[in-house]
């Protein structure tokens, strides 16, 4: 059974930092295409970061230079890194591996 648990959200005042982690179970993602999503209240889930097989990396427009993904083998866990966050960052994140999704974690960016 797969699993993946994101962990890490929360309130942060605006250009401050924080670091999601996503543990995974039942997979490993270094065999996995990757992502890391995001969906803002009254809106569609959009991609934040991605990261082949190759570890080829994407990032959307707005988070690129702020955020950056990353994986661990060893921990078979994936993490967001994210900073200078903004207000419009306030969203639930989620992460994928293949085709399974986590459940998500709030981040909300506020002062």
């Known amino acids: 059974q797969v699993q993946l648990v994101e962990s890490g959200g929360g309130l942060v005042q605006p250009g401050g930092a924080l670091s999601l982690s996503c543990v995974a179970s039942?997979?490993?993602?270094?065999?996995?295409?990757l992502g890391w999503y995001r969906q803002a209240p009254g809106k569609e889930r959009g991609l934040v970061a991605s990261?082949?097989?190759?570890?080829?990396?994407t990032y959307a427009d707005s988070v690129r230079g702020r955020f950056t993904i990353s994986r661990d083998n060893a921990k078979n866990t994936l993490y967001l890194q994210m900073n200078s966050l903004e207000p419009e960052d306030t969203a639930v994140y989620y992460c994928?591996?293949?085709?399974?999704w986590g459940k998500g974690t709030l981040v909300t960016v506020s002062s």
């Open positions: 990261m082949t097989k190759g570890q080829i990396i």
């Open positions: 994928r591996a293949d085709n399974y």
């Open positions: 039942g997979i490993s993602l270094r065999d996995s295409g």
